[in-house]
């Protein structure tokens, strides 16, 4: 894809804020183009929001990976119970399992994912993924 042809960073996040939340645990390796570089979305909620389409409210953190999103999510589920190998994933499991892990809560919420990924090279991908994040940061 040509440069001049890339769709704006405005376009993009419209597009991934059309999305519908999935079940991170059981359906986050079905996202389109998980394997490449993106921007995703984590909801953590008592709520059912699966199928439901991503709203900022749910919204409990945004992420952004250059090796790819399958890869970043499989390490921010390893993190809920480990507390290693995803900042955001140890932070989870410090402060909300009390370094127990996710799957041993006992009142436990779901976890619910939205991702956009690029089908670009590593390095075409870069710019984009910037100029994502620092749209989303503008946002929250």
Same mark, same amino acid.
């Given at each position: 894809?040509?440069?001049?042809?890339?769709?704006?960073?405005?376009?993009?996040?419209?597009?991934?804020?059309?999305?519908?939340?999935?079940?991170?645990?059981?359906?986050?390796?079905? !996202?389109?183009?998980?394997?490449?570089?993106?921007?995703? !979305?984590?909801?953590?909620?008592?709520?059912?929001?699966?199928?439901?389409?991503?709203?900022?409210?749910?919204?409990?953190?945004?992420?952004?990976s250059?090796?790819?999103?399958?890869?970043?999510?499989?390490?921010?589920?390893?993190a809920?119970?480990?507390?290693q190998?995803?900042?955001a994933?140890n932070?989870?499991?410090?402060?909300?399992?009390?370094?127990?892990?996710?799957?041993?809560?006992q009142?436990?919420?779901?976890?619910f994912?939205?991702?956009?990924?690029?089908?670009?090279?590593?390095?075409s991908?870069?710019?984009?993924?910037?100029v994502?994040v620092?749209?989303?940061?503008?946002?929250?």
């Open positions: 894809m040509a440069i001049d042809r890339w769709p704006t960073a405005e376009r993009l996040v419209g597009r991934l804020f059309r999305s519908r939340w999935r079940d991170l645990h059981e359906d986050y390796s079905r !996202l389109p183009n998980v394997k490449y570089p993106g921007v995703y !979305l984590l909801a953590y909620a008592n709520k059912r929001l699966l199928g439901q389409s991503v709203r900022e409210k749910d919204v409990f953190y945004v992420g952004m250059h090796a790819g999103v399958s890869t970043r999510l499989k390490q921010f589920i390893g809920i119970e480990t507390g190998g995803h900042s994933g932070r989870f499991f410090r402060g909300e399992t009390h370094k127990k892990g996710y799957s041993k809560m009142k436990r919420k779901t976890f994912v939205a991702s956009f990924s690029i089908p670009l090279s590593v390095v991908a870069l710019s984009v993924n910037s994502l620092l749209l989303f940061y503008r946002r929250f």
